[in-house]
């Protein structure tokens, strides 16, 4: 059985007073090895009896405390990378290979650096494929942001991860597969790019959707580049894509008003709970102009007031912005309906998945007779492409921002006061909704001559 610990090197570094962390490996009589932890400490702090950094005491400094409380979870964490490297190791008989000191002092030294950056266990192969370079940006970004795990229950039994950049990041790991299927992290140039673009717009996507794919792909390339694992990447860094001919954007999917009311008001059949609370959950958002990622982390405890509020505060999931949303006779009504109810976590709503909610107001918009056309018109390329579907067919989470939007501008509300409770960081993201409000225009034509 392997043993890890922990010990302090013997030279102090002149300029801070502090000593490195070692770590000694023993697998077995004939596998003993030592190596670098990059953790450096003060030698007073750290317990020589029992191989630790010692607990900060009470009356220390808070930073101070909270430093070695780092470093202690460091040290903790790499004595678990180093107990799993071990195992893989040892089930590939690769320990045994290792004979002479150099290859064990080699392979305590790439132990370590993988466990600072997990791009070095790829580096070990010659040939590094984009794909396998996509996996690791893919899991140390979902590390870094605290992405969320997938709900298996909701059918789709392959997706890890509930975030909407893990589905476009997977779309992109599919397509360059598509393109070229064993695509070396070597061979990626500018050109590459530029090809990714012109195969995307072959394969028949929209322009909007060309431009997503090739942000995300050169997402995964700077990254690379940052970290060492690209070599062309300050020319990839410095290349532009040929521009693409974008339609003007137009926010065509939200609710009218008298839409609006007919679903707030509808009366549902018992049985039909389910899509009760995906109308209520759907028209808060309409009212308050939230996401639904941040509605999903709604608390009762944000509202000023439990049992007659005015307000809510919380820091946006998305954007990390502080939002204060006042609310008005339909959120306020909502709130009321379910601050009693329980919930997990305090949740102001009982907790309902995107998809679910996207099926469920897909239902519910065809009871209601909401089939009215909404056409868009796109490009492919430098080919027009006008879609036209059924407003049932493609409702979803986000046409209830949209709702809020117009119809807030349509009541006479500037799209900078808009923009203090929606969180938009320009007037150019308002265009879209402005397009939209021709009865604003229309009534101060009428009223003002």
Same mark, same amino acid.
Not at 29 to 46: I, L, S
Not at 51 to 71: H, P, T, Y
Not at 311 to 336: E, G, H, P
């Given at each position: 059985? +392997?043993?890890? #610990? ?35 400490? =003060? ?15 009470? &009356? ?8 070695? %409380? ?49 791009? &070095? ?7 590094? !494929?984009? %794909? ?20 298996? #229950? ?16 997977? +779309? ?6 598509? =393109? ?16 990714? %673009? ?48 974008? !339609?003007?954007?137009?926010? &065509? ?15 549902? +059949? ?45 820091? !946006? ?23 009693? &109810?329980? !919930? ?33 018109? %796109? ?19 986000? #046409? ?41 225009? =229309? ?7």
């Amino acid at each position: 059985m +392997a043993t890890i #610990s922990y010990r302090l090197s013997g030279k102090t570094d002149k300029a801070s007073g502090k000593v490195q962390v070692l770590v000694d490996v023993s697998v077995s009589r004939n596998f003993r090895v030592r190596g670098k932890t990059r953790v450096y400490v =003060m030698p007073k702090e750290w317990d020589e009896q029992n191989g630790c950094i010692k607990k900060a005491s009470r &009356v220390s400094k808070v930073e101070k405390q909270i430093e070695q %409380q780092e470093l202690t979870k460091t040290l903790n964490r790499l004595k678990e990378h180093i107990s799993t490297m071990i195992t893989e190791a040892d089930d590939r008989k690769e320990l045994d290979e290792m004979t002479s000191p150099e290859s064990r002092q080699e392979w305590i030294e790439y132990v370590v650096a993988s466990f600072y950056d997990p791009c &070095v266990v790829l580096t070990r192969n010659n040939k590094l !494929s984009f %794909q396998d370079f996509a996996d690791v940006y893919v899991k140390v970004r979902s590390k870094e942001e605290g992405w969320q795990l997938a709900d298996k #229950s909701s059918g789709n039994k392959k997706k890890v991860w509930d975030h909407p950049c893990y589905d476009k990041l997977c +779309a992109v790991q599919t397509q360059v597969k598509k =393109m070229n299927s064993g695509l070396l992290m070597d061979e990626i140039t500018a050109q590459t790019v530029d090809d990714y %673009q012109a195969f995307l717009i072959k394969e028949g996507y929209l322009n909007s959707t060309v431009q997503n794919h090739i942000s995300y792909f050169k997402q995964i390339l700077l990254w690379a580049y940052d970290r060492g694992y690209l070599k062309h990447g300050k020319e990839i860094a410095r290349h532009k894509t040929k521009a693409l001919k974008m !339609s003007k954007p137009k926010a &065509v999917n939200f609710l009218r008003w008298d839409e609006f009311l007919k679903l707030y008001n509808y009366k549902f +059949a018992p049985g039909q709970e389910h899509l009760e609370l995906t109308r209520d959950r759907f028209c808060f958002c309409c009212a308050t102009s939230l996401r639904h990622s941040d509605l999903a982390i709604l608390k009762k405890v944000y509202f000023n007031d439990h049992d007659n509020p005015t307000s809510f505060s919380m820091m !946006s999931k998305k954007t990390y912005d502080d939002l204060t949303i006042f609310l008005n006779r339909y959120s306020k009504a909502l709130y009321l309906k379910y601050k009693d &109810v329980p !919930s997990p976590d305090g949740l102001l709503f009982p907790p309902k998945s995107n998809q679910k909610m996207n099926d469920n107001l897909k239902v519910i918009a065809k009871m209601l007779g909401f089939t009215r056309d909404i056409s868009k018109m %796109q490009f492919s390329g430098k080919e027009r492409v006008e879609e036209t579907n059924r407003l049932c067919d493609v409702i979803g989470t986000h #046409s209830a921002r949209r709702t809020f939007v117009v119809h807030a501008l349509e009541k006479g509300w500037s799209p900078q006061l808009v923009m203090t409770f929606t969180g938009h960081e320009d007037y150019d993201s308002m265009k879209p909704y402005i397009a939209l409000t021709d009865k604003v225009r =229309m009534d101060m034509m009428a009223n003002n001559f």
